[in-house]
């Protein structure tokens, strides 16, 4: 399907750019992208994979990750019954879920690769996206987040009362959104178009892909078994200890004057203040989230034996790989999304639809965005804050606007990164499931912000 549409939005945008005037525009924005997806996408995206792979390397060898996936064992079972239970695609499915849970973007896409190159270990027909790959994406792009974070700051730095307010709609947009993705990738895996290959058909086409030569696979999947010793009561200590500092830490942001802290905290607090509580603990959340996990996850692997530094390099090693085989992929989405924008397609839509959606009581203002939003992250920003400053922060329409941004996802963006790192061309029902859980947020947003703010 992702081939169909590809090529559908080249040849949309250059008889759109032909008829409106804008081709030397198009052309010009193409090839910025282009450079853009390398040198400003793709290897900056390196350098953050290398701390995270490096700190997931750590809580795999530490065990932290196994313990977490059992406790979610239940759940991902239902979810991904082709993944062995003890595999490590489950612990980084699940670390990659909980920071986006966080709102943690920087560290979930990382965790996310990580997840979909153990599950292309699995892959019995490489280059044909399995039924856990399509349903893990499904979930990231509708993925359930507590505090949209960025929405909330872009609608606290216009000026909004009450910033905060999107919280509960968004994470109730997000629930029937990922709830309807799951549910869309568990449907469509089912029909015979998006049925997987059969086994000999898929060894036929990867031996035409690799000249005639017969791929192996084995089919016992052998799951590491990883030995540590067990934390002694000085090592407790030491975790309780490093927890309740944090505990201190959260409480002097969210909570200004309750604790004396140094200058540099305590101007933190004191710019703050005139927040509100709820967003001087959000705010906070957000603060410390990163340096936590970037240093409890070490300190639990050394109490428990592991070799920390070498382990960490360990598993920064692999981000350099994974960034370049995403680039070729990563420019082809990109470049096609930047010729629709430069070509004028977005706007011929929004002129094209606008009377209908008004009729069902759709704020047209809206529309730009939510066509933008499965493909361009940077420009749906951009829309979003000129939606804020000419209709106001506080405005039905800009808290809609927000929790459709704080509950959607670039999808095209995340299949191509995603799927670029494991070099899965066949999609499979990973692009409908995706787009299927982006319209139930569009429209889960609206109906709750009428309802709530109405």
């Not at 965790?111 to 699995?122: I, N, S, W, Y």
């Not at 996206?129 to 216009?158: E, K, R, W």
């Not at 009729?359 to 920003?381: E, I, Y």
Request: aromatic letters at 8%; proline letters at 6%.
């Amino acid at each position: 399907m992702l081939n169909w549409i590809w090529l559908a939005f080249l040849l949309v945008a250059v008889l759109v750019g032909g008829v409106t005037g804008r081709l030397p525009e198009m052309t010009k924005g193409a090839f910025e992208t282009a450079e853009t997806a390398v040198m400003k996408i793709a290897l900056p995206l390196a350098g953050l994979m290398a701390i995270w792979l490096g700190i997931m390397r750590l809580a795999e060898r530490s065990g932290l990750v196994q313990g977490i996936a059992r406790l979610l064992q239940p759940l991902m079972r239902r979810l991904f019954p082709e993944v062995p239970p003890e595999h490590p695609a489950m612990g980084a499915m699940v670390m990659n879920m909980a920071a986006n849970l966080l709102g943690l973007g920087n560290a979930a896409t990382p965790l996310g690769l990580r997840a979909m190159t153990h599950l292309e270990r699995l892959n019995p027909h490489p280059g044909t996206a399995t039924n856990a790959m399509c349903t893990f994406l499904a979930i990231n792009t509708a993925s359930i987040q507590l505090v949209p974070t960025t929405a909330i700051a872009l609608l606290a730095v216009a000026g909004s009362a009450n910033p905060t307010a999107i919280v509960p709609t968004a994470f109730l947009a997000t629930v029937c959104a990922a709830t309807c993705g799951v549910f869309a990738a568990k449907f469509l895996e089912r029909l015979p178009m998006f049925r997987a290959p059969a086994h000999g058909a898929a060894e036929g086409a990867s031996q035409a892909e690799t000249g005639g030569a017969k791929e192996v696979k084995d089919e016992v999947v052998e799951v590491e078994r990883v030995e540590v010793k067990p934390l002694s009561t000085v090592g407790v200590l030491l975790l309780v200890g490093f927890v309740a500092c944090f505990v201190v830490f959260f409480l002097g942001l969210a909570f200004p004057g309750l604790i004396p802290f140094g200058a540099g905290v305590a101007d933190a607090a004191k710019a703050g203040a005139a927040q509100g509580p709820v967003l001087r603990s959000l705010s906070a959340v957000s603060v410390l989230a990163v340096p936590f996990l970037l240093t409890f996850f070490p300190l639990y692997a050394a109490l428990r034996g592991v070799k920390v530094y070498e382990q960490f390099v360990e598993g920064a090693r692999e981000s350099f790989g994974v960034a370049q085989r995403i680039i070729p992929f990563l420019v082809a989405m990109l470049v096609a999304v930047r010729m629709l924008r430069e070509a004028g397609v977005i706007d011929l839509m929004t002129r094209t639809l606008g009377p209908v959606l008004s009729a069902l009581h759709f704020p047209v203002d809206l529309l730009p965005m939510v066509l933008m939003r499965p493909l361009s992250g940077s420009a749906t920003q951009g829309l979003f804050v000129e939606v804020i400053n000419r209709l106001g922060p506080d405005s039905l329409t800009s808290r809609i606007a927000g929790t459709i941004y704080g509950s959607t996802e670039t999808t095209f963006y995340v299949l191509a990164v995603y799927f670029g790192s494991v070099a899965v061309r066949h999609t499979r029902h990973a692009v409908l499931a995706g787009l299927t859980a982006d319209f139930i947020a569009v429209v889960a947003s609206v109906t709750l912000c009428q309802l709530i703010f109405g």
